[in-house]
């Protein structure tokens, strides 16, 4: 045990995900020989956490009402891509090629961990697909279902994809994100699952 | 990029040592999902760190003037363990086999790091063992290093058994930590510098 303040925030340091006791010892100590400046600055940016929440719209964080991409007017709000996990949205907007808006599920459909559609935010996607504008058209035109190519996610796109069938708006364009070999990867070191989407997802030349 | 306070928190994290972007991306959207109050708590735990300083006797990180191992009238005073870290103060108190007290050299020699004994608590430990009490007798009569059993540690042993011996203090008992196999260690998967060192420190039955 070490004196009161350095085993508070070694505590406190133990208690994140994937930071054991040892982590957080190394990390407090590092702390230690830190500029004060520093860690006060470490302290004000967990405070500020308060004022992060999530978007209305599409339930990404936001430190407002809407997210930077639900309120920025150059963004296609004919568009949606679905996602699981709010970070997802950080890894496809670092693609630069996409340009509409985004919906985040909170999660995979995953009846063994009670995550039932119920849990996800599946009813809020549909009344956003449903949404209809003052002149009559709808106002979302295409959803793309980006949920990770794991058994869980394939699952919820799926389910998506049914839900999506269901509204009765024949003129929605839905698609799939497509798997394949990763770019630089090699065909020898591929998993035969990763490999088989790759050649059935082949475009002709 | 995320909003401003997620980025700014994760960017935090990510300039502490071991945590990359995306560890420090997961930390930060865990905490997004945890109570104000952890949340305020934690901060508060990082703010109290400046009230974390060192002890002026043994270097031990330290909330006031001494230690709570200096501070206990119960430690036997006349022996001391040099150790490179304060961590290793922690290590050998979970060990309960030491009542002394300790001295923290704050690392180990290093001359291609430029760590000289000058950039150690070297005098100090000097002045420690040299003490003299208002009796005329030395308080220290037992020194024990404990630096790591690493090409460094050894050559810091080395050098500091050659300092303590030109003190002229023969009646001081100088004394290295073992090094041989951990327990419950494998003959078989020692490597051969533990394995001689552990028949080198044989003890007889």
């Given at each position: ?7 508070d ?11 054991g ?47 930077r991409?639900?309120?920025?007017p ?24 996409f ?22 935010r ?19 035109q ?52 990763t ?11």
């Amino acid at each position: 045990m070490y004196e009161g303040p350095v085993q508070d925030l070694i505590d406190e340091f133990g208690r994140l995900p994937g930071i054991g006791p040892k982590s957080a010892q190394r990390l407090v100590f590092h702390l230690l020989g830190v500029e004060r400046v520093d860690i006060e600055r470490f302290a004000h940016a967990l405070l500020a956490l308060e004022k992060v929440g999530f978007c209305t719209r599409c339930h990404n964080v936001a430190a407002g009402e809407l997210c930077r991409i639900c309120a920025n007017p150059k963004r296609d709000p004919s568009a949606i891509c679905v996602v699981e996990e709010a970070r997802d949205v950080v890894a496809l907007e670092r693609t630069h090629e996409f340009n509409g808006l985004y919906h985040v599920l909170g999660g995979a459909l995953s009846p063994l961990d009670g995550i039932t559609p119920e849990r996800l935010r599946v009813r809020e996607l549909m009344e956003r697909v449903t949404a209809v504008e003052p002149n009559g058209t709808y106002e979302v035109q295409e959803v793309i279902l980006c949920t990770n190519p794991t058994v869980d996610g394939e699952a919820t796109a799926a389910y998506l994809l049914r839900e999506l069938q269901t509204l009765d708006r024949s003129d929605l364009a839905v698609s799939r994100i497509a798997s394949g070999l990763p770019v630089g990867g090699d065909l020898e070191y591929a998993d035969e699952v990763t490999l088989g989407r790759a050649l059935a997802g082949r475009h002709s030349l």
